[in-house]
């Protein structure tokens, strides 16, 4: 678009950027919202603008990172407005920016008084945007006949994660997310592992943005609390998996996972939530993790397994280079090299 892309988060705790330590503590949308609007800058204008952010703009990757006041139109007048999560703001930028597209671009699964405001957002022309095809096909059901245009564009993964020569623990596990994303049953499906197994550890890298009560912890795990992303993938590299055996929690898309196999790395994930299947690059990641023999059978073939190759690829669909064109096609055709793959639809 002409007049640039302007992303909006009204959401974060803090403000944060490209600048090395920002992202420390945040979450896998903060990321990601910073590696697509600094990929996209070399074509078009872009700027993200925080309600958390105080003081001077901070200019990184070429992306001008600035505060936001929700009641003011923005000062650089963009061509398309991309809002994290937002119902409510987008319909407010939509009325003050009438020449503007605008788009929620929805990173989680919106609680039951979303549904009131989707009227608002169709009524305004604005899109929503998810992360995963069943992300948008839980949204649509969800929205029924209130739904606005909805897509997905995957999130991404940076174009040189790959396997290397690390040797991989046969008895080291990796959680690798914040407490609330079911660590608890996690913790009691690895207590009843760790009886088949007894020489099992789990590492816990935990992002500190959430304190969550998660019950007694299990003897064996190690807690590695907040990693920044090179000691993370670190710990992918070594573990024999990623232990997540759950099922109260739905991810929209899963980025660890995308991750963790990108370096050879499986996920043991339950079969049907969220957008494990999607993301995951092999259906054998995918099984019922209330049967505890599944689990233990997926473990002791990975066991045997390790050594002989990568146990998992990156998909090539959620490269950063990837989703950058597909964003690119999303907001103007004519600056992608190749044809939009998730347009809008009603």
């Not at 959430?210 to 090179?230: S, Y």
Request: glycine share 8%; proline share 9%.
């Amino acid at each position: 678009m002409s007049g640039g892309i302007t992303f909006v988060d009204v959401l974060a705790p803090r403000a944060y950027s490209g600048v090395r330590g920002e992202l420390a503590g945040l979450g896998g949308t903060e990321a990601t919202l910073v590696r697509i609007a600094e990929s996209l800058a070399p074509r078009i204008r872009v700027t993200a603008r925080q309600s958390a952010r105080q003081g001077p703009d901070t200019l990184s990757g070429g992306v001008r990172y600035g505060g936001f006041d929700v009641r003011r139109p923005l000062p650089e007048a963009p061509g398309t407005i991309v809002v994290v999560n937002s119902w409510k703001v987008a319909p407010r930028l939509a009325r003050l920016h009438p020449g503007a597209r605008v788009i929620v671009w929805q990173h989680v699964f919106p609680g039951r008084h979303n549904r009131a405001l989707a009227p608002s957002l169709r009524a305004a022309g604005v899109e929503v945007l998810c992360v995963s095809a069943a992300h948008v096909d839980w949204l649509r059901r969800f929205l029924g006949t209130d739904a606005p245009a909805v897509g997905h564009i995957h999130n991404p993964i940076a174009d040189d994660l790959q396997p290397d020569d690390t040797p991989r623990d046969r008895d080291l596990l990796l959680f690798a997310s914040s407490p609330h994303k079911g660590l608890g049953q996690v913790f009691r499906r690895f207590e009843a592992l760790k009886d088949r197994l007894p020489s099992l550890r789990l590492a816990v890298a935990d992002p500190g943005y959430l304190a969550w009560p998660t019950g007694p912890v299990p003897d064996g795990v190690i807690p590695l609390g907040r990693l920044d992303q090179p000691e993370l993938i670190g710990w992918m590299r070594r573990a024999l998996c990623l232990f997540s055996p759950q099922d109260h929690f739905a991810e929209t898309f899963g980025l660890v996972i995308a991750e963790a196999n990108a370096v050879g790395c499986p996920a043991l994930l339950h079969r049907g939530l969220g957008a494990n299947d999607e993301v995951a690059s092999d259906p054998c990641q995918c099984i019922d993790t209330a049967d505890p023999k599944a689990i233990a059978a997926r473990i002791m073939q990975w066991r045997e397994a390790t050594g002989l190759r990568p146990l998992a690829t990156a998909r090539p669909e959620f490269r950063l280079s990837r989703v950058a064109e597909e964003w690119a096609g999303l907001l103007h055709p004519a600056t992608a090299d190749r044809p939009r793959t998730h347009a809008m639809q009603d």
